[in-house]
């Protein structure tokens, strides 16, 4: 079994940046797809960006498509949000996730971790 925790998060002016790291203890990150989603308050979770286990392919919501970035260094069993343009809707609670199987396109994560506060002033 893997522990995630997430860290990176912050407050941060619109159009700002911030990069989420999400470290992974336990087994090595090379094992699982990773994944990030986000909630926001009175809403329900919503997928965000996914990884392939190599790191080879990825897959973006709608919605952060050009602005946001996942990556993964599976020496450091760790996975990357890189998230730029930032927009006052992209205030969230942000949430890492690990994955056994399944493409990033149909991404479910099997574990998960606790979170991480992402608040983007106007």
């Known amino acids: 079994q893997v522990q995630l925790v997430e860290s990176g998060g912050g407050l941060v002016q619109a159009g700002g940046s911030l990069r989420l790291s999400c470290a992974a203890s336990g087994r090595t990150f090379s094992a699982y797809a990773g994944g990030w989603f986000r909630q926001a308050p009175g809403k329900e979770r919503e997928f965000v960006a996914a990884i392939s286990r190599s790191g080879s392919s990825t897959f973006y919501a709608d919605s952060v498509k050009g602005r946001f970035t996942i990556s993964k260094d599976n020496p450091k069993n760790t996975v990357y949000l890189q998230m730029n343009s930032l927009k006052p809707e992209d205030t969230a609670v942000y949430y890492c996730?690990?994955?056994?199987?399944?493409?990033?396109?149909?991404?479910?994560?099997?574990?998960w971790g606790q979170g991480t506060q992402v608040t983007v002033s106007s």
């Open positions: 996730a690990a994955a056994n199987t399944g493409s990033v396109r149909l991404f479910v994560g099997d574990y």
